[in-house]
């Protein structure tokens, strides 16, 4: 069954690094979300990407944060100078079109900034 | 409350025993989803429940969904030391293509 990849499994960056964290969504999917989950906290979403833009981000997706999409098979999040707080779970998620509900996850990132 | 609140936030039962995870929501939504997580690993999709819907099965999980009370029930029946997860539920709006807004999660420990 095709699957959501994520790549490295755990990060470990020094603070004020940049990073880039990356998934392959499942391949006929258009949809791209990704989610963090600080550690003992619950899943917060951070931005989803439809088309070649983002469609919607929250709070927590500032100037620092940024997404793309560089190739056919790649969903990238870039965290251009890492905080302490942003040491999270990073999760990638997809969707197929014609589907609207149940979005794919992936096994998640882990970043510890230190 | 937040969208999505979990109650009880921890629960410990005997395996065997059955599970009852309980979800309040605050907008209304599209559908209600509930995922699993082992300590520190990825979200694993377990059943998704749309409005319209109002119980649904799939081997020993039974969602319940009352659109009224905005809230949702997770039951895990025979319960087995492999469930011990954490369980969230996550809701998604009309519209769909869009976010899902996850729950503050139930702990459960199955204890064999």
């Known amino acids: 069954e095709p699957e959501v990849t994520q790549t490295p499994s755990h990060q470990v960056t020094q603070m004020g690094q940049e990073v880039i964290l990356r998934c392959v969504p499942i391949?006929?999917?258009?949809?791209f979300y990704w989610y963090r989950q600080i550690l003992g906290q619950k899943v917060e979403f951070l931005v989803s990407?439809?088309?070649?833009?983002?469609?919607?981000k929250s709070e927590i997706f500032d100037d620092q944060f940024s997404v793309e999409r560089p190739d056919g098979s790649n969903f990238t999040l870039k965290i251009r100078s890492t905080k302490l707080e942003d040491s999270a779970m990073y999760f990638c998620?997809?969707?197929?079109?014609?589907?609207?509900?149940?979005?794919?996850f992936g096994p998640g990132t882990r970043l510890t900034v230190l | 409350s937040q969208q999505g609140e979990e109650d009880p936030q921890a629960l410990s039962i005997q395996e065997g025993e059955n599970a009852t995870m309980n979800c309040s929501y605050k907008?209304?939504?599209?559908?209600l989803q509930w995922y699993r997580q082992n300590s520190g690993r990825g979200l694993v999709h377990l059943i998704l429940?749309?409005?319209?819907?109002r119980e649904k099965h799939s081997g020993r999980l039974r969602v319940t969904l009352d659109t009224s009370k905005k809230s949702s029930s997770l039951l895990i029946t025979a319960s087995r030391a492999a469930d011990t997860a954490s369980y969230f539920c996550?809701?998604?709006?009309?519209?769909?293509?869009?976010?899902?807004?996850f729950g503050t999660g139930t702990k459960l420990q199955v204890i064999p």
């Open positions: 391949s006929n999917h258009l949809y």
């Open positions: 990407f439809y088309n070649n833009e983002i469609s919607e």
């Open positions: 998620a997809s969707l197929p079109q014609g589907e609207t509900d149940t979005q794919y």
């Open positions: 907008t209304s939504i599209n559908n």
């Open positions: 996550a809701t998604g709006r009309s519209g769909g293509y869009q976010k899902v807004t």
């Open positions: 429940i749309r409005s319209n819907e």
